[in-house]
């Protein structure tokens, strides 16, 4: 649409373009000026919708960079050398001899025959190198995902009871795959930020906790109730049926026992023979292996001679050789099975499904990420997750993702790069065909011992959880929450509800926010006993050298020391009437109505009406201001006192202007914005007849200027020849009904009781304010006069600078009252109050102080 079209479609509509009401939309006069008495000036655009919307349309090379992104190998494979090999084989061998008996052992967590941890292990190490950005994550079945898929495949057993188990969780990570991958493909991986530290390590603990309480009955050989149930019962349960253990718990509680010896012997090697650590390293890593090995063997010997199918306690019996079983004759190497009634049955499950592949997995791969001096992109490691899991399926796996101990050993072991996914996938694949007679005598309650040893690294220790408390004393509340709801609900409820904690904690935060009034004080810079510019010495300073600065500066801090700040020093307003009020969390629709209500409470605090004559008599004063009491206004009559001064601390001054620091504020909405304007519109009518300026200061983003400019923000306030008008609304409920709206009304109402004041001058209205014996006469204010703009003095330095150049505005002089710091909008504020009160005392009357802030 033309610029023609749009003005005529407006004119019809009604509309009032911005264009038309801008004060300074004129300023080609104003620029010259500058221009010529200091260099270069700038007039800042005001950014376009149009604008925004193509900051989303991709550039070629983008879109060639997105095809490229989704295959990271292509960028390092080219470069892959004999010495990379070697790390990699030795780490690729090292997950593979580790995963082969956690993923048999996972398996059985998820209530699946072992050989499904074996197919979900090969896939996930085959698949993941393609597309992955970190070299150390070993993407398999893990403890808590075994554990959800267990309590999915049960509880799905009644509803779909002609549906084999291994079925249904091929479905479920087929689903959940496709979910994750679509995320990955649409770079949304940002979508994980949203889960805090704290809901991940509740999370893993309560996981950890109940994992090891489950496993606890296969390991001492306990039957006779269902691990299923929540995590206290199944604890409750143990307890009352410790007289039916058998001979499983030897084979168990051994194996534990033996799994954690060697731990502890490795890690005492480690310390008092260096030497020896890297060989202590390996043994540790291998603990796993030697003990499946060592307690398959025992069974062996003591099993050997029994018949076929029978034994002395729990073992795995035949585990199918190849990726199909031969025992049966049914093929777990096919297309999953689904359809409406498996999907639909599964939807309830997907989403802490899909939050379960992904939280651990990006936590661990940017953890390790960055102690390898990498980044991972946690988008592209969704993809990698998506298509293992898509494709796991096809060969019988069930869902898989990133493991925190296969990570840890294989960062451990000196992994290069994600080749080493390969060599742990030849190990895999040779531990299913070759092995599955060896399988056969496997302990259960040695497994059990596995997993219980694995899952204890991931509770969260005393002393991290004293860590939580001195950073955020809250957070350990929500910690523990999850941990309880995880161990007296389900896994699912636990992360929902640390989830959903943290995002209300989060929410009232923003909306109970209030910002800090900031009081300025100059300081010095100290290097011993030497104050840092107080001589011409050349001297070093970090990486700055030569440049000799002030020897004092100004610091804004909050007047309350609420910031730890030194309670000795003092603070205060900076200037009589001008505040300078910095917004802590942002300011948006959540917190914007609680943080200008405490701004507009401490400013009515700390200063008085201008018009203290503002209600001549008892029934103008409105219902919850009655001010003084019959018998206080009797007395004050008696006495010769105006009314008007009653309760009125006349040492206070009236409020000048107002500084906002938006250097927390990166977005406006309208809701804000509309409520700034009815905060402008009130304190208006406070100072009445005076104005107040709004000087804005560190804004960040064009986006929020155009929306503060289009609410009138930015230029100077000039005082009304006539009646008083309010600042225009962008949308308030008080305003429907144009010229005939309550607020309308109350505007007229409002100017007709000024105009009668004005006409009864009374002595106190003429009492000269506070700040007015402060204004200093001098070329500052006649500066004021011929308007001034945040310039960069770096060519006015009196000594050596960092750099040199032409001097050019830093804030378009179309927008005076948007400036780069708070120094430079305290100097304007302070310079447009004292030449007002100048032009007051020699003209009687105050000017149009439309003028441009100097830096």
């Known amino acids: 649409m033309t610029p023609g079209v749009g003005h005529i479609v407006a004119k019809i509509l009604g509309i009032k373009l911005q264009d038309e009401e801008d004060p300074y939309k004129h300023v080609d006069d104003l620029g010259g000026a500058i221009k010529t008495s200091r260099g270069e000036t700038f007039v800042e655009e005001t950014p376009r919708v149009s604008d925004f919307f193509l900051g989303f349309i991709p550039t070629t090379r983008q879109i060639r960079d997105y095809f490229c992104s989704l295959f990271p190998f292509l960028s390092w494979i080219g470069y892959y050398n004999p010495q990379w090999f070697i790390g990699d084989l030795v780490a690729g061998i090292t997950i593979g001899a580790v995963v082969v008996p956690q993923g048999m052992a996972y398996a059985k967590l998820a209530n699946l025959p072992v050989q499904f941890g074996l197919y979900s292990s090969f896939m996930g190490v085959l698949v993941y190198w393609f597309f992955a950005t970190s070299k150390d994550i070993t993407i398999g079945p893990v403890a808590v995902m075994s554990q959800l898929t267990g309590g999915v495949v049960a509880d799905l057993a009644t509803t779909l009871p002609d549906v084999p188990a291994h079925e249904i969780a091929s479905a479920l990570a087929l689903l959940a795959g496709v979910a994750v991958l679509l995320i990955g493909l649409t770079r949304a991986g940002w979508i994980v930020d949203i889960i805090s530290l704290t809901s991940l390590s509740a999370f893993m603990t309560g996981s950890a906790i109940s994992i090891a309480v489950g496993q606890v009955p296969s390991m001492m050989g306990i039957t006779g109730f269902s691990t299923r149930e929540p995590t206290y019962l199944v604890f409750i349960n143990i307890l009352q049926n410790l007289n039916r253990t058998s001979m499983d718990a030897a084979m168990g509680l051994a194996a534990l026992s033996t799994l954690y010896l060697i731990r502890m012997v490795c890690t005492w090697i480690g310390k008092h023979w260096p030497q020896h650590q890297k060989l202590a390293f390996f043994i540790s890593t291998l603990r796993v292996v030697f003990v499946i090995v060592t307690f398959t063997l025992i069974s062996y010997l003591v099993n050997r001679d029994l018949p076929r199918g029978t034994s002395r306690f729990k073992i795995l019996f035949d585990v199918p050789r190849g990726m199909y079983t031969t025992v049966t004759g049914f093929q777990n190497a096919a297309i999953p099975v689904m359809n409406s009634r498996i999907a639909g049955s599964l939807v309830g499950y997907l989403p802490a499904t899909v939050v379960v592949l992904l939280i651990e997995h990006i936590a661990i791969s940017k953890s390790f990420g960055r102690v390898s001096n990498y980044t991972i992109n946690p988008s592209q490691e969704m993809v990698g997750i998506g298509v293992a899991n898509i494709l796991g399926p096809f060969l019988g796996g069930y869902a898989a993702t990133g493991s925190f101990s296969r990570t840890a050993i294989k960062s451990k072991a000196g992994v290069r790069s994600p080749f080493a996914g390969i060599i742990t996938a030849a190990v895999v694949l040779l531990a299913i065909y070759a092995l599955p007679a060896v399988f056969y005598y496997i302990p259960n309650a040695s497994l059990a011992a596995v997993i219980i040893h694995a899952v204890g690294d991931l509770i969260t220790s005393p002393n991290t959880v004293y860590q939580f408390w001195l950073v955020s004393p809250f957070e350990v509340l929500i910690f523990f929450v999850g941990v309880l709801v995880t161990l007296f609900s389900t896994i699912e409820n636990g992360i929902y509800s640390t989830v959903l904690l943290s995002a209300a904690m989060l929410l009232f935060r923003i909306l109970r926010s209030k910002g800090r009034f900031l009081g300025r004080v100059k300081v010095q810079s100290m290097l011993g006993n030497h104050v840092i510019g107080n001589d011409t010495r050349r001297m070093e300073y970090g990486t700055f050298t030569g440049s000799p600065e002030a020897p004092s500066r100004n610091v804004f801090l909050p007047i309350t020391h609420a910031d730890g700040s030194n309670p000795e ?87 000048k202007a107002i500084i906002l620091d938006f250097s927390s504020v990166n977005h406006v909405d309208i809701t804000s914005v509309q409520q700034l304007i009815d905060v402008r519109n009130q304190l208006d009518r406070y100072a009445a007849p005076d104005v107040v300026d709004w000087h804005i200061a560190c804004i960040n983003n064009r986006w929020a200027k155009r929306a503060l400019a289009a609410a009138g923000f930015g230029y100077p306030a000039s005082l009304p020849d006539g009646p008083h008008r309010r600042w225009k609304s962008i949308f308030s409920v008080a305003e429907i009904g144009g010229s005939q709206s309550a607020a309308a009304i109350a505007e007229f109402d409002e100017n007709e009781k000024s105009i009668a004041q004005s006409r009864r001058q009374t002595q106190y209205s003429l009492r000269p304010d506070i700040e007015t014996a402060m204004s200093r006469k001098g070329s500052r204010s006649r500066a004021a006069e011929n308007g001034m703009v945040d310039i960069d003095l770096k060519r006015f330095s009196s000594g050596p600078t960092l750099h040199s150049g032409r001097t050019v505005a830093i804030h378009g002089i179309n927008r005076p009252l948007f400036h780069v710091d708070l120094t430079s909008a305290l100097q304007s504020a302070i310079t447009n109050v004292e030449a007002r009160h100048e032009h007051e005392g020699e003209d009687g009357h105050a000017p149009d102080t439309s003028m441009i802030p100097l830096l």
Not at 599 to 616: G, P, Q, S
């Open 569 to 655: 020093v003092e603070l205060d307003n900076p200037y009589p009437g001008i505040f300078i009020y910095r917004f802590a969390e942002g300011f948006s629709y959540p917190n914007a109505s609680n943080s200008l209500e405490h701004m507009v409470e401490y400013i009515f605090k700390h200063t008085r009406r201008t018009n203290l004559a503002h209600f001549d008599r008892l029934g103008d004063r409105p219902w919850n201001d009655p001010g003084p009491s019959r018998r206080k206004l009797k007395a004050a009559a008696a006495a010769g006192v105006d009314a008007g001064l009653i309760g009125v601390d006349v040492t206070l001054p009236t409020l």
